[in-house]
């Protein structure tokens, strides 16, 4: 059959993953310490079917060969962790990383997932949790009668109780860092686990080593550029489109094979 | 029979591959750093017994489009598109030096420096590791300094330089994976060029150009109906031929 209908296949498909790397993108347009997606595209690989140079006679070589491309893929999708803006709220629990890092969740089965989405709550037992009731780790319980929560740049939790005129320190909030979160797996609800090509976790106190200051009182917009995405959602269209062209121009083509000859 | 029937068909089919290397540009419209290919038809005369009787078509894509494709500005650190002429080193899959300009990097779990297509990137001699920074910057030409971890805004390092090079484009020529390299195997390694400018923060686009290669397709295709024309004109012939000896 045509070559180029399984070529443009390649091309849709990889235009319909783009798109849905869009959509989800655009999605989450609004949801708190979201780091947009990148698909990255790849040649496939090229098909020899005459080798250049090879020699046509004993004293001549063919100029140029025929290498025919066998289409296109979506050979990864990159996390982009840049930040793009903070937002201030009334909650003491808003709590945002001004530069690298990563807050410690605990997931029920006892390991560790990561989350920049410092959106925190408290559960009846008044252990800072995050927005789907999983634990901050280290953990940190507030007492019933606190009148005051505060949290410092440096992860320092104090609380002001009745009757005590000093601030009580309840506990710290650490961060963790990896040379490559770009190698982190998204697992949904804000959260990330650690993979081979992340590294191990390195954890630390918050402005020192690398990692970022705390601010109470701030949340972490999502990192995703509207105008960008519908950028890329019209080129992505467009690509598609052209690609549909193609499959009905090869499709065409055959068509007038079968009623001609 | 008359062979018109067999020269309309190789027509038709080395007109199919053209049309294939037309839509795997298409394909790629999209393809971080990737550089479209041409297609060209050449006749290839046969010399029967007697003189050169019959041309056929045959279809060779003679070189790769070099023109540089559209900067698209992303603001990541880690992507850099090269202004102008000139290659980025990395190491192919089967180990040996080849060039590209996909400059979409990223840090692998040890440090290496990797391209969007993981290949490890060159730098002075051997492939580039980074070790554990605050804030990375890559130069114009190619410096990688850092601020490592934990320390000031004094403390930036020069850590490596990543390979750019500038070979003539006519010793060059795309690979099985879609990479460049050397026509002359065993030429030897290119040296570095410290002409070839980075910017960081942008990627270099696909230089397909949507609406040439459509025109292309559109024009392929007709091409492609007149051979199919021709065959279905050979067997006519062929057939009122076979008429006139039945009268006979």
Known sequence: MHPSLWISKTGMHAQDKQLSVVANNLANVATVGFKRDRAEFEDLFYQIQRQPGAQSTQDNQIPSGLQIGTGVRVVSTQKVFSTTGFQTTEQPLDVAINGRGFFQILLPDGTIAYSRNGQFHLNSDGDVVNGNGLPLEPGITVPRDATNFTVGEDGTVTIQTPGNVQPQQLGQITLVDFVNPGGLQAVGSNLFLATGASGDPVEGTPGQDGLGFLKQYTLESSNVSVVEEMVNMITTQRAYEMNSKVIATADQMLQFVNQNV | ?248
């Open chain 2, 1 to 248: 029979m008359d062979k018109a029937l067999y020269i309309a068909m190789t027509g038709a089919v080395q007109n199919m591959q053209a049309q294939s290397i037309r839509a795997n540009n298409l394909a790629n419209v999209n393809t971080t750093g990737f550089k479209a290919d041409f297609e060209q038809a050449r006749s290839m005369p046969v010399f029967g017994e007697f003189y050169p009787s019959r041309a056929y078509a045959l279809t060779e894509n003679p070189a790769t489009n070099y023109n540089p494709g559209w900067l698209q500005e992303t603001g990541n650190d880690f992507d850099v598109a090269i202004k102008g002429d000139g290659w980025i080193a990395v190491i192919g899959p089967d180990g040996t030096e080849r060039y590209t300009r996909v400059g979409n990097l990223s840090i692998g779990p040890n440090g290496q420096l990797y391209t969007g297509n993981n290949l490890q990137v060159l730098g002075d001699g051997a492939p580039i590791v980074i070790p554990e920074f605050d804030k990375i910057e890559i130069g114009l030409d190619g410096t990688i300094s850092i601020r490592p971890r934990g320390q000031g805004p004094q403390e930036l390092a020069q850590i490596d330089r990543i390979r750019l090079v500038n070979p003539p484009l006519e010793q060059l020529e795309k690979d099985e994976n879609g990479l460049f390299k050397l026509k002359e195997e065993g030429a030897g390694a290119v040296l570095p060029d410290a002409n070839v400018r980075l910017v960081a923060g942008f990627l270099e686009g696909s230089n397909v150009s949507a609406v040439e290669e459509m025109i292309h397709l559109l024009s392929l295709a007709r091409q492609y109906e007149v051979h199919v024309k021709m065959m279905s004109r050979a067997d006519e012939n062929a057939e009122a031929m076979a008429r006139i000896l039945q009268i006979g």
